[in-house]
C-alpha cells in the first residue's frame, strides 16, 4: 500500500441548481446585491415567495459514492460520456473542489491541467506566470531556472514571452500551461479535455510528453472522449457512468463500455443547420440529415449503414452523393460516392433518403474528420465540410486491435508459400 498515491474512498459531490452558496470565498456584485434586496422585500410581503424558491432547487449529484486507488507510475483514463461526472471528479482531485462526503487522500506534488489558463495571472506575462505557476506547485527558483529553457522551447511561445498572457490565444494559453505542468516535475499530472484547444501536431507532442512523464515514475490522470488517444496513453481505466466509478478496468474493457453506451443519436447529425462556406451550396439540392441505421456502427469490421436525407428544390436528373473520411492531420483516408462504378440518381422534388451500405467498416480504430457534398455532373450543389468528427472504435471481431494507425485496414488472404531452399545446420568447428 506503500506506493498508493491517491486514494478515494465513498466520494460524493452535490450540487443544488438554482442556488449559490455563500461561504468565504464568495463575493457579491451591486447587481447581486441589489437582486437580493428584492428578493428579501418579496420575501416579506408575499410569505409563499420563500417556499416557491426552495420549490426550483434541485438536487444534482454529480459524483456518488466513487472509490478507488491508484499507483505511483499508474497511467489512468478516466472515461465517460458528457455529464457522468469526469471533470467534477478531477476538480475534487485537484483541491479546486471539495466533496460532500467521501474522502479524498493524494501523496505527492499534482499539477492540474483543466481548464485553459488555470493557474494564469491574465496580467502577467508568459515568463511571470512560468514562476508564479512553480512556485504554486511549492517548486524553488532555482529548480524553475533549471527548467525554464524546456518549457519555453516546448511551447513554442519565445516571441510572446514577456507579452501577457490575457494577449495569448487559447492556443498559445494551452501550450504554455501544459508545458508548465508537465515540466516542473509533478508527481501526479492530470489533465483535462483542455488538450483538444490545441492542434492536430501539438496534441501529439503533448501524449509523447506525458509518455515520458509517466515513464520517468510519475502519475498519470487524464481525461479524453478521444478514444484513441486513451488507449495510446493509458495502462488502465476508470469508468463514469452518471457519477457512479466501475471499477478500474483494462483500457479496452472501459471503452468498450463506453461505446457501448453511445446511443445512436450521436451519430444522428442535423446538417440543415450547419453554416455552408458558399451561400449559393443548397439552393437546389441540400443535405439535411446523416444517421446511422440501426443495428450498424461505426466499429472496424462492422456492417455500417449511413442515410441521407436530401432535400430538392428542383428535379436533379443526375445527383451523386459523397462522403469522405479525413485524418485529424487533414489526409483523406476513404470516400464513398454514390456513382462509384453504379448510375447517378434521378431525383424529383421532395425529401428523400439514400442509403450507403458497407458490410465491413474497413476504418482503423481513430477519428476522422467527415465531410459531404451533393453533386450534379461534377458540380457541387452542397457541401457541408470538416465540421464533423467521428470516432471509430475497435469492433468485437477485431483480432488486431488499435495499433495507432488510421486509414484504412482491409483483410487480406495469407497463404505460406515452401522454402526457397533448406536451411543448412553445417558449422564449421574452426571458429
Known amino acids: 500500500m506503500s506506493n498508493t498515491v491517491i486514494k478515494v474512498e465513498n466520494l460524493a459531490k452535490k450540487y443544488v441548481l438554482g442556488y449559490q452558496e455563500e461561504g468565504i470565498y464568495s463575493y457579491k456584485t451591486f447587481r447581486g446585491a441589489m437582486t437580493e434586496a428584492a428578493k428579501s422585500l418579496k420575501n416579506v410581503l408575499n410569505p409563499n415567495f420563500r417556499k416557491e424558491v426552495e420549490d426550483t432547487r434541485k438536487e ?31 476538480k475534487v482531485l485537484s483541491r479546486i473542489t471539495e466533496p460532500t462526503r467521501g474522502s479524498v487522500r493524494i501523496k505527492g506534488r499534482v499539477a492540474s491541467l483543466l481548464e485553459v489558463g488555470t493557474g494564469f495571472h491574465p496580467e502577467l ?22 527548467k525554464f529553457d ?29 508545458a508548465v505542468a508537465a515540466h516542473l516535475e509533478p508527481e501526479i499530472l492530470i489533465v483535462d479535455e483542455v488538450l483538444a484547444v490545441g492542434d492536430a501536431t501539438f496534441q501529439k507532442k503533448c501524449l509523447g510528453k506525458m509518455g515520458e512523464v509517466a515513464e520517468g515514475g510519475r502519475t498519470i490522470i487524464f481525461v479524453s472522449h478521444n478514444m484513441q488517444a486513451v488507449r495510446r496513453l493509458c495502462s488502465q481505466a476508470i469508468y463514469l457512468e452518471k457519477g457512479i466509478s466501475k471499477t478500474i478496468n483494462n483500457v479496452e474493457d472501459a471503452i468498450q463500455r463506453y461505446s ?45 449503414e449511413l442515410i441521407f436525407t436530401i432535400q430538392c428544390f428542383r428535379e436533379v436528373s443526375d445527383l451523386a452523393i459523397g462522403i469522405g473520411f479525413d485524418t485529424v492531420d487533414g489526409n483523406r483516408v476513404m470516400t464513398l460516392d454514390s456513382d462509384h462504378d453504379q448510375p447517378t440518381l434521378e431525383l424529383p422534388i421532395g425529401i ?10 474497413p476504418l482503423h480504430p481513430n477519428v476522422y474528420s467527415v465531410s459531404m457534398a451533393i453533386h450534379s455532373n461534377t458540380y457541387p450543389l452542397d457541401v457541408v465540410a470538416g465540421t464533423l468528427n467521428w470516432e471509430v472504435s475497435s469492433g468485437p471481431t477485431d483480432l488486431v486491435g488499435d495499433r ?28
Not at 138 to 143: L, T
Open 150 to 178: 524546456e518549457i519555453v522551447e516546448f511551447s513554442e511561445i519565445e516571441k510572446f514571452l514577456d507579452t501577457p498572457v490575457k494577449r495569448y490565444s487559447s492556443g498559445m494559453y494551452v501550450r504554455l500551461a501544459f
Open 260 to 304: 457501448a453506451q453511445s446511443s445512436t443519436s450521436n451519430f444522428d447529425i442535423n446538417l440543415d443547420s450547419l453554416r455552408r462556406t458558399n451561400s449559393e451550396f443548397g439552393q437546389k439540392a441540400r443535405l439535411l440529415r446523416i444517421r446511422l441505421a440501426p443495428e450498424t456502427s461505426l466499429s472496424y469490421g462492422q456492417p455500417i
Open 60 to 90: 444534482f449529484w454529480a459524483l456518488k459514492d466513487v472509490s478507488f486507488e491508484i499507483k505511483q507510475g499508474d497511467k489512468i483514463g478516466i472515461i465517460g460520456r458528457n455529464g457522468a461526472g469526469k471533470s467534477t471528479l478531477l
Open 404 to 431: 495507432g494507425y488510421g486509414a484504412c485496414r482491409l483483410p487480406v488472404q495469407v497463404t505460406l508459400a515452401p522454402p526457397l531452399h533448406e536451411p543448412s545446420y553445417t558449422a564449421s568447428l574452426n571458429m
Open 125 to 146: 506575462t508568459g515568463r511571470e506566470n512560468i514562476f508564479l505557476n512553480g512556485a504554486i506547485l511549492g517548486m524553488s527558483k532555482v529548480e524553475i531556472k533549471r
Open 352 to 361: 428523400h433518403e439514400v442509403h450507403f451500405y458497407i458490410d465491413r467498416n
